[in-house]
């Protein structure tokens, strides 16, 4: 489980057999969300977090998209 980044207690990872669309996991206390980044940054599932935290989590993904796109393909190819 590589991590891209870690911010605000959020941690930011993707699996090392991760599949398209682009995507990026987020976990945050006991919760976890995954968020596509290929074009729009999206929720796509979550659990255990709350509504404020999902946002605070977006608004990270969204401020490091280039990252996370650039970290995807240096460890998926």
Do not use: C, Q
């Not at 980044?5 to 669309?21: L, M, Q, T, V």
């Not at 977006?58 to 280039?66: S, V």
């Amino acid at each position: 489980m590589p991590t891209i980044f870690e911010k605000d207690g959020f941690r930011f990872f993707i699996y090392s057999n991760e599949h398209r669309p682009i995507h990026v996991h987020v976990l945050h206390g006991g919760g976890e969300a995954v968020f596509e980044v290929e074009n729009h940054v999206k929720l796509r599932k979550s659990k255990g977090l709350k509504s404020i935290e999902l946002s605070k989590a977006k608004k990270l993904a969204e401020e490091n998209k280039r990252t996370i796109i650039k970290k995807w393909y240096e460890y998926i190819g």
